[in-house]
Nanobody, 122 residues
Framework: QVELVESGGGLVQTGGSLRLSCAASGRTFGSYSMGWFRQAPGKEREFVAAISWAGGRIDYADSVKGRFTISRDNYNNRLYLQMNSLKPEDTAVYYC???????????????WGQGTQVTVSS
């Protein structure tokens, strides 16, 4: 089992950048695939990015390709999401998630953090 805590959200202007972090508990972080998801008001939670346990496989949603970068530090049990060129439509609560298996859907992930709010002003 793994516990996840996100941080790094906030208010930023269009075109700005933020770096989200996800701290994971436990000694087996390196064996989990990790993902970032987001949920805007009135919308379903959607996939943003995923990274396999060793970082050999990475996927992004089309809406964030070229702007967001997912990375992980298995030594320090950390997952990151670098977000550049932010747009108002990126406004959402961002969640990190973990699972033994790799996937791009919310149903693929068993463990979730509480989320961190990202607001992009126009």
């Amino acid at each position: 089992q793994v516990e996840l805590v996100e941080s790094g959200g906030g208010l930023v202007q269009t075109g700005g950048s933020l770096r989200l972090s996800c701290a994971a508990s436990g000694r087996t972080f390196g064996s989990y695939s990790m993902g970032w998801f987001r949920q805007a008001p009135g919308k379903e939670r959607e996939f943003v990015a995923a990274i396999s346990w060793a970082g050999g496989r990475i996927d992004y949603a089309d809406s964030v390709k070229g702007r967001f970068t997912i990375s992980r530090d298995n030594y320090n049990n950390r997952l990151y999401l670098q977000m550049n060129s932010l747009k108002p439509e990126d406004t959402a609560v961002y969640y990190c998630a973990a699972d033994r298996n790799y996937g791009l859907r919310t149903a693929n992930y068993a463990y979730w953090g509480q989320g961190t709010q990202v607001t992009v002003s126009s």
